[in-house]
């Protein structure tokens, strides 16, 4: 498990309504429908994963979330989540605002290109980074959105977007103290609760 | 024989002595519906899967008739053991509906009334009445619920309006290249179908039982459009692209060279004409226009679907135009408004329409991974 996905079960009342959007092969569901019995609904592009999700018994639409999510009715979920997709989407404000107005609460995960690795990776070798967290060269990358933590909390004030709650994850055993501490130079992913 | 096959089947009768009034007024007396079934029903027929055919479909959908028969049932890809409708878990029902020319009571049965065939006089059925017979069927054979109600197509609007007509009786209902209702373009296909049939001069408006002529130029012609309506453009690309009849395969009378196209269209109605009643096609056809599942509820499909307590299985195929993506996506969305629980895939195929009945590995893979959830 990965996991950010365990540090957002906390914000999951039980019984809610879930949307999650890039579910995968439905590990976070699954996980949500165990702890807190959701009535869990995932959006997925990927052919293995969509059937693996389905063979768990969850319910998966395939939809491509650049396409948008004009299908979702307003205020439809009690909780939108998004983990690790918010870089991989074309228009990353855009899935947010929809999010924001399908769901009456929001959670978003995402890889922190502002941690010191991809600094000094940047810095000394001036190339873009390559790591465990993030395997891919620049080219075939899924990943076409970085941002760092400050980024995403400049276009929440842009965008009136309320932070409810944040949390931040450092990698390594321990390193998460810091991580909270100075989050955009340690932490390798951030999870924010956000709403309208 | 493979042992992923039912095997050899046989057909049943179920006959019924008690009335059945149609959504618009007429009632026939009595009636029987020809049936298979594959698989045992457990001990508290909790493992009943009803398979509702499509437009020209019937009963016979797995396992063949005889070690001689040259192709098996018509949804043979889905419907075994180890295959997504599996035989060793669901006990698997398939009937000819009212109206059709199998063996369930249709225009080829006599009416008791005139002691000769019901041809044209036959009572046009809607798809709920269909649903209804069906639901004889299941009490029938000590179905209370059934664990699935499964089609593609038409028989696909049969599943969706199980689901809003007897909710209490089906547990999951899985919709395969369907719609809510058809759209213009396809009724229009349909209406130029009947109009094949309606001319031909044989069809004598409709009583051409009384005599020996069959209307099968009107019936291979109505087939034809159909066929190509169920293909997509790349698949007939593929399979056919402008290749020419070798010389002496030809039937053209001005002997000019012929696509292979064409003669693949002719024999396909041909051997349609044969094997199919006029009037029960016209039935159909008038029953798929006229199928629309959210009329009941004010013209509005979220609020029909608030009627149904199952889950659901959307399918649809990429190249499908004859009842496309969007149109299944119309169900999904509808479903998700309506709260219910729905799982939906789009899966790539080339072969248009026909894709839901073919062996494809993505379809047969998601239709079987949701069926694991389906207990029994």
């Known amino acids: 498990m990965r996991q950010d996905l365990t540090h957002i079960l906390r914000w999951i009342q039980p019984r809610a309504r879930v949307l999650d959007l890039g579910c995968g092969n439905g590990e976070f569901l699954a996980l949500l429908r165990k702890e807190r019995h959701v009535q869990g609904t995932g959006i997925e592009i990927d052919e293995a994963s969509i059937t693996e999700a389905i063979g768990r018994g969850l319910n998966i639409i395939e939809q491509d979330l650049d396409a948008g999510l004009s299908n979702f009715p307003d205020q439809s979920f009690d909780v939108v989540v998004m983990a690790h997709a918010l870089q991989a989407v074309h228009f990353p404000d855009q899935v947010l605002e929809e999010m924001l107005r399908i769901g009456r609460e929001c959670v978003v995960t995402f890889p922190n290109f502002g941690h010191w690795r991809c600094r000094l990776h940047l810095s000394t070798r001036g190339r873009m980074p390559v790591s465990r967290f993030m395997p891919y060269n620049w080219y075939d990358t899924p990943n076409i959105h970085f941002c760092t933590v400050r980024d995403f909390e400049t276009l929440c004030r842009h965008r009136g977007i309320r932070i409810l709650g944040r949390d931040m994850i450092g990698g390594e055993q321990g390193a998460s103290r810091f991580a909270r501490s100075w989050p955009n130079l340690f932490a390798t992913t951030a999870i924010y609760h956000i709403s309208r | ?376």
């Open chain 2, 1 to 376: 024989m493979d042992e992923h096959s039912v095997g050899i089947v046989a057909p049943q009768v179920a006959r019924f002595d008690k009335a059945l009034s149609f959504s618009d007024g007429p009632t026939l007396p009595n009636y029987e519906l020809v049936y298979e079934t594959y698989g045992e029903l457990n001990a508290s027929a909790s493992n009943g899967v009803l398979i509702c055919h499509a437009l020209s479909g019937h009963h016979h959908a797995a396992g063949r008739h005889s070690a001689e028969d040259r192709k098996p049932g018509w949804w043979d890809a889905c419907i075994g053991p180890g295959k997504p409708i599996d035989t060793r878990r669901f006990f698997v029902v398939s009937l000819n509906n009212l109206g059709g020319c199998h063996g369930s009571t249709g225009p080829t049965s006599i009416n008791p009334a005139t002691g000769e065939a019901w041809g044209p006089e036959f009572p046009q059925p809607r798809v709920e009445d269909w649903v209804d017979a069906q639901a004889q069927l299941a009490d029938h054979l000590g179905i209370d619920c059934w664990a699935a109600v499964i089609g593609g197509s038409l028989g696909g609007m049969q599943a969706m309006s199980w689901s809003l007509r007897y909710p209490e009786r089906i547990r999951h209902c899985i919709v395969i290249a369907a719609a809510t209702k058809l759209s213009a373009q396809n009724i229009a296909f349909n209406e130029i179908a009947r109009r094949a049939i309606l001319s031909d001069p044989n069809y004598a408006e409709g009583y051409y039982l009384r005599g020996s002529q069959r209307p099968t130029q009107g019936l291979a012609l109505a087939r034809m459009v159909g066929h190509v309506t169920y293909l997509s453009d790349d698949a007939m690309a593929s399979r056919f692209g402008r290749e020419l009849q070798e010389q002496g395969e030809t039937e053209a009378a001005n002997s000019a060279p012929e696509f292979q196209v064409e003669s693949y269209l002719r024999y396909q109605g041909s051997q349609f004409s044969t094997a199919f009643d006029a009037n029960t096609y016209l039935l159909m056809t008038r029953a798929l226009d006229r199928f629309d599942l959210a009329q009941p509820y004010g013209d509005d499909v979220v609020e029909a679907f608030r009627q149904a307590q199952c889950e659901f299985l959307v399918l649809s195929f990429s190249t499908d135009w004859r009842f496309s993506p969007a149109r299944s996506r119309e169900i999904v969305d509808a479903l998700v408004a309506a709260e219910r629980p729905v799982s939906y895939a789009e899966i790539a195929a080339d072969e248009g329409h026909d894709a839901f009945l073919l062996p494809i590995a993505r379809y047969l893979a998601v239709f079987d991974a949701y069926l694991q959830r389906v207990t029994i």
